[in-house]
């Protein structure tokens, strides 16, 4: 049977884009579908316009600090709206380049939704295509509770075009999404509640970089309510009022309220019950590790499928993906090697296994090592706020699992680290080195 395309994409996401593109180098025909604008959740709603909020937020941090460096104070205004207007413009610019991309990659880009027919058939926007392999890279989309008024909250997908900063704002939801954006609106000079159904937030991180920023986010003058969970909003005269059941019930004012309380799949509108798809548990696309589903020729990534839902994790499966099945070289994702980060202030990094991974896999052939500090940039100004940098080793060859950090640069440093873990380093190896002096990274080789 002859068919358009050797491969059609559905969602030209970052896991989309990179197998569509990937594909394409191998020699292969390839169309993709979207509806929305290029680049998928992380470019348009998430990562990248996120982080530049990180870095407007954090002038305001500095601002404070600068002072104590010997900076005259001085009346700062922050204009929220010809800031979100220069974001628009840059992912405007990202948009246009990833469309240059799939142009020069000879990638087919067809704007709409893409529905089955058959396993071997989409309809996009009245016409018909026929690929003779399908992979699908719609991603995920925020959840909303099933609680009354919960129309009058927003999503991170509603965050970037807030009309204003708020000047109450809420957050429902303690995972890394609700603490960056309560993180951010903190530096702006919001007053931020943040509702947890955990005693800590950033389930999934190592309980003492999960303990270190929710005290150092407390200091800042963060309010958390903890093993909560919103039970009603209710919109007032002078905004919003969310009902919280917790040990003792309580109620908070907003202007704002945020719903993070994790993400669902994008494939109601797909038509998988007319090819048979199977779901995982939590409502995923069901795949094996060379992200096939149960149909021979239809495979899924990222957000969609049954995987980390984490940008790097959906564009390392795409590549895999177009690696295995174009290029003829089988390739796997490791999930126990994916770095993940929280973007707060003060910022957290992790790689490898937690100490409580560790010890529940290794018991007692485990040690852990951190240490904490006041960082030189902050000897000048008043907090008492120190960076934690944390390893857990195997104890019997002293092989690290895993590094976990919050502090300036946590990130980039803990990028870089996992590097060295991923190919055994030991904690001597580690201990021998030579630090950079002065640097926060430094404090690695004395562990």
């Given at each position: 049977?002859?068919?358009?395309?050797?491969?059609?994409?559905?969602?030209?996401?970052?896991?989309?884009?990179?197998?569509?593109?990937?594909?394409?180098?191998?020699?292969?025909?390839?169309?993709?579908?979207?509806?929305?604008?290029?680049?998928?959740?992380?470019?348009?709603?998430?990562?990248?316009?996120?982080?530049?909020?990180?870095?407007?937020?954090?002038?305001?941090?500095?601002?404070?600090?600068?002072?104590?460096?010997?900076?005259?104070?001085?009346?700062?205004?922050?204009?929220?709206?010809?800031?979100?207007?220069?974001?628009?413009?840059?992912?405007?610019?990202?948009?246009?380049?990833?469309?240059?991309?799939?142009?020069?990659?000879?990638?087919?880009?067809?704007?709409?939704?893409?529905?089955?027919?058959?396993?071997?058939?989409?309809?996009?926007?009245?016409?018909?295509?026929?690929?003779?392999?399908?992979?699908?890279?719609?991603?995920?989309?925020?959840?909303?509770?099933?609680?009354?008024?919960?129309?009058?909250?927003?999503?991170?997908?509603?965050?970037?075009?807030?009309?204003?900063?708020?000047?109450?704002?809420?957050?429902?939801?303690?995972?890394?999404?609700?603490?960056?954006?309560?993180?951010?609106?903190?530096?702006?000079?919001?007053?931020?509640?943040?509702?947890?159904?955990?005693?800590?937030?950033?389930?999934?991180?190592?309980?003492?970089?999960?303990?270190?920023?929710?005290?150092?986010?407390?200091?800042?003058?963060?309010?958390f309510f903890h093993n909560s969970t919103a039970k009603e909003i209710k919109l007032?005269?002078?905004?919003?009022?969310?009902?919280?059941?917790?040990?003792?019930?309580?109620?908070?004012?907003?202007?704002?309220?945020?719903?993070?309380?994790?993400?669902?799949?994008?494939?109601?509108k797909l038509g998988l019950e007319k090819v048979g798809i199977e779901l995982a548990?939590?409502?995923?696309?069901?795949?094996?590790?060379?992200?096939?589903?149960?149909?021979?020729?239809?495979?899924?990534?990222?957000?969609?499928?049954?995987?980390?839902?984490?940008?790097?994790?959906?564009?390392?499966?795409?590549?895999?993906?177009?690696?295995?099945?174009?290029?003829?070289?089988?390739?796997?994702?490791?999930?126990?090697?994916?770095?993940?980060?929280?973007?707060?202030?003060?910022?957290?990094?992790?790689?490898?296994?937690?100490?409580?991974?560790?010890?529940?896999?290794?018991?007692?052939?485990?040690?852990?090592?951190?240490?904490?500090?006041?960082?030189?940039?902050?000897?000048?100004?008043?907090?008492?706020?120190?960076?934690?940098?944390?390893?857990?080793?195997?104890?019997?060859?002293?092989?690290?699992?895993?590094?976990?950090?919050?502090?300036?640069?946590?990130?980039?440093?803990?990028?870089?680290?996992?590097?060295?873990?991923?190919?055994?380093?030991?904690?001597?190896?580690?201990?021998?080195?030579?630090?950079?002096?002065?640097?926060?990274?430094?404090?690695?080789?004395?562990?």
């Open positions: 049977m002859t068919f358009d395309y050797d491969l059609f994409v559905i969602g030209a996401g970052s896991g989309g884009l990179a197998a569509a593109k990937a594909a394409a180098s191998f020699g292969a025909s390839v169309g993709i579908a979207e509806h929305e604008a290029l680049g998928g959740t992380c470019v348009n709603r998430g990562c990248i316009p996120k982080k530049l909020i990180v870095y407007a937020a954090d002038f305001a941090l500095q601002n404070q600090m600068a002072h104590q460096y010997g900076w005259s104070q001085c009346d700062n205004y922050f204009d929220w709206t010809r800031f979100t207007k220069l974001v628009d413009k840059h992912l405007d610019n990202l948009n246009d380049s990833f469309s240059k991309q799939l142009q020069k990659a000879g990638v087919d880009l067809i704007k709409g939704y893409a529905t089955f027919i058959d396993d071997h058939t989409l309809e996009v926007d009245n016409r018909k295509i026929t690929a003779d392999k399908i992979l699908i890279a719609v991603g995920g989309r925020p959840n909303l509770p099933d609680i009354p008024g919960i129309e009058f909250a927003i999503t991170s997908r509603e965050m970037f075009h807030l009309p204003y900063l708020p000047k109450r704002f809420v957050v429902i939801g303690g995972g890394y999404i609700g603490i960056e954006f309560a993180s951010m609106m903190n530096a702006f000079g919001c007053k931020v509640t943040v509702i947890n159904n955990d005693q800590l937030i950033l389930s999934g991180f190592d309980d003492d970089v999960c303990a270190d920023i929710q005290q150092s986010l407390t200091k800042r003058g963060i309010r007032c005269e002078d905004g919003l009022l969310v009902k919280i059941k917790a040990d003792k019930q309580a109620t908070v004012a907003a202007d704002t309220i945020l719903v993070a309380t994790g993400r669902t799949p994008n494939i109601e548990e939590k409502g995923t696309i069901k795949v094996n590790e060379y992200n096939n589903t149960n149909i021979e020729n239809i495979y899924a990534v990222g957000d969609c499928s049954s995987s980390l839902q984490l940008t790097p994790v959906a564009k390392a499966e795409g590549e895999a993906f177009a690696k295995t099945v174009f290029g003829k070289t089988p390739k796997t994702v490791n999930y126990n090697e994916v770095p993940t980060a929280v973007f707060s202030r003060p910022e957290g990094a992790s790689y490898g296994m937690t100490e409580q991974q560790a010890r529940s896999e290794f018991g007692d052939d485990v040690e852990s090592f951190k240490t904490e500090f006041k960082s030189l940039l902050s000897q000048f100004g008043g907090s008492d706020e120190k960076t934690l940098i944390k390893i857990i080793v195997k104890t019997e060859n002293q092989q690290v699992l895993g590094a976990h950090m919050v502090g300036e640069h946590a990130a980039d440093i803990i990028q870089s680290l996992g590097v060295a873990i991923r190919k055994g380093i030991t904690k001597q190896d580690l201990v021998e080195s030579i630090g950079i002096h002065p640097t926060t990274a430094e404090e690695l080789m004395t562990l």
